[in-house]
């Protein structure tokens, strides 16, 4: 996995999805790990395929793109301050309140589906998902991902 602390983003205010992309690409594209076409490969992606995941009754989203986009692998995560409406990776018509973002920024096309699989499996440990939302931070958010082996 690949987490850089300095994008660990808590009570992000966004209006809507895009707004969202924005604020955590223009990290991604601020701290060198994307290039200037991400955004845009990044929303096109996620119109033709979504990215929310309701685990339980948390609302995550793994939105991502090629990896032609991206010049080193890193992951940003956000915490929403409200929760922002993502459609359903299985059922794009069904719509699911997004808490927790991991935004994918993989410069390998192998890289993905090992990361994908790896956040899948933290989704799933409770105790970690209730940090995460309650975290408030930055260091201490790091610290949670860390520990949970995102690195």
Do not use: W
């Amino acid at each position: 996995m690949y987490f850089d602390k300095k994008l660990c983003l808590l009570g992000i205010e966004a209006v809507d999805r895009d707004d969202l992309f924005e604020q955590m690409s223009s990290l991604l594209l601020q701290e060198g790990f994307v290039k200037d076409t991400y955004l845009g490969a990044l929303k096109a992606r996620e119109a033709e395929y979504p990215t929310g995941l309701l685990v339980g009754d948390t609302g995550f989203a793994i939105p991502h793109c090629d990896s032609v986009n991206v010049r080193e692998s890193q992951l940003c995560f956000g915490q929403l301050g409200h929760p922002i409406e993502f459609s359903d990776m299985v059922d794009k018509d069904h719509k699911i309140q997004v808490s927790l973002v991991f935004m994918l920024a993989m410069s390998q096309p192998h890289e993905q589906m090992e990361t994908l699989g790896n956040l899948v499996a933290l989704f799933q440990n409770q105790e970690i998902v209730d940090k995460l939302k309650a975290c408030t931070d930055e260091y201490e958010c790091a610290r949670i991902l860390e520990d949970a082996g995102i690195r």
